[in-house]
């Protein structure tokens, strides 16, 4: 679930542009998302 609102709230705040749009901004924004999908794919 918790990969679901990352996404969600990345792709929705560069649609309604409320987040920054500089290069190291997206670079950070992907960096969260494929954090969050590996990271939820570890084992606990």
């Known amino acids: 679930m918790a990969f679901y609102g990352a996404v969600e709230q990345v792709l929705s705040g560069w649609i309604f542009d409320i987040l920054p749009e500089a290069a190291e901004d997206y670079d950070q ?16």
């Open 29 to 44: 924004a992907k960096e969260f998302i494929v954090s969050t999908i590996c990271d939820g794919l570890a084992p606990r």
